[in-house]
T-cell receptor, first 113, second 111 residues
């Protein structure tokens, strides 16, 4: 079945550092790929998405490129802020009646001032 | 526009007790979902409802039942709670299935 593997955390960075969180997936066909973010005490919210190979999703300074050849969707940000401290989840979905999301295990990011 | 709301926010049960988690959305979405979140395991789908009147099992349905009461509401019932059901439960809804909107979660402890 489908699966998503994320870089294990936790990750601790200083403010303005460069961030990469690795994500690889296993799926048949052509899934859509997502990054969701969970701030402390809240539910998940969509950060960015890409629906086909070579698409780049971007939002709030975060970017991720859909790489079919390496089955990857790594999350990057050039300069993190304390407010980016959260848990980040990579996920995929395939076409179907309800398009179920398959999530990775999540990566806890802490940014220190 | 409240989005997805869940009640209660916290609950403590004793083994064998029953309870229902409530979820409602005001975005006119067709699809609704129940997930559980456990440390180091991401979110796992318990049940989903592709449209009003339909429900289907997800990855971890054992010990749970659901009801899609109407287009807005989707409840999750634990008939006989077990310590293994201690978790954080999230409800979500979606118009297309691709982008899902999540509620704030219910933290459940079963003693």
């Amino acid at each position: 079945g489908d699966s998503v593997t994320q870089m294990e955390g936790p990750v601790t960075l200083s403010e303005e550092a460069f961030l990469t969180i690795n994500c690889t997936y296993t799926a048949t066909g052509y899934p859509s790929l997502f990054w969701y973010v969970q701030y402390p005490g809240e539910g998940l919210q969509l950060l960015l998405k890409a629906t086909k190979a070579d698409d780049k999703g971007s939002n709030k300074g975060f970017e991720a490129t859909y790489r079919k050849e390496t089955t990857s969707f790594h999350l990057e940000k050039g300069s993190v802020q304390v407010s980016d401290s959260a848990v980040y989840f990579c996920a995929l979905t395939r076409s179907g009646s309800a398009r179920q999301l398959t999530f990775g295990s999540g990566t806890q990011l802490t940014v220190l001032p | 526009n409240a989005g997805v709301t869940q009640t209660p926010k916290f609950q403590v049960l004793k083994t064998g007790q029953s309870m229902t988690l409530q979820c409602a959305q005001d975005m006119n979405h067709n699809s609704m979902y129940w997930y559980r979140q456990d440390p180091g395991m991401g979110l796992r789908l318990i049940y989903y409802s592709a449209s009003e009147g339909t429900t289907d099992k997800g990855e971890v349905p054992n010990g749970y039942n659901v009801s899609r009461l109407n287009k807005r509401e989707f409840s999750l019932r634990l008939e006989s709670a077990a310590p293994s059901q201690t978790s954080v439960y999230f409800c979500a809804s979606s118009a297309t299935g691709e982008v899902q909107f999540f509620g704030p979660g219910t933290r459940l402890t079963v003693l």
